[in-house]
Nanobody, 121 residues
């Protein structure tokens, strides 16, 4: 069982930056691929970024490539999402998730409660 808690969301102006953190419980954190998803009001949840357990591989949705960076610190059981050049269309609830395999679909095994990111124009 993995419990995930996101933090770092908030209100930012367009062009600004935020860094989300996701703290995980458990001693097997490094075995999990960690993903970031977001869900805007009235829309389906969508994949944003992912990172393999060893941090050797990262992958991103086209909409955030070049602006968002995900990283992890396995010693701290924490994964991060650095978001730069934010746009109003990035406004959503952001979720971190853990999966036993490398994947970018929503079939992750564990989910956090989400953190709101609002980008004003």
């Amino acid at each position: 069982q993995v419990q995930l808690v996101e933090s770092g969301g908030g209100l930012v102006q367009a062009g600004g930056s935020l860094r989300l953190s996701c703290a995980a419980s458990g001693r097997t954190f490094s075995r999990y691929t960690m993903g970031w998803f977001r869900q805007a009001l009235g829309k389906e949840r969508e994949f944003v970024a992912g990172i393999s357990g060893s941090a050797g591989s990262t992958f991103y949705a086209d909409s955030v490539k070049g602006r968002f960076t995900t990283s992890r610190d396995n010693a701290k059981n924490t994964v991060y999402l650095q978001m730069n050049s934010l746009k109003p269309e990035d406004t959503a609830v952001y979720y971190c998730a853990a999966a036993r395999i490398l994947r970018s679909d929503p079939g992750y095994d564990y989910w956090g409660q989400g953190t709101q990111v609002t980008v004003s124009s």
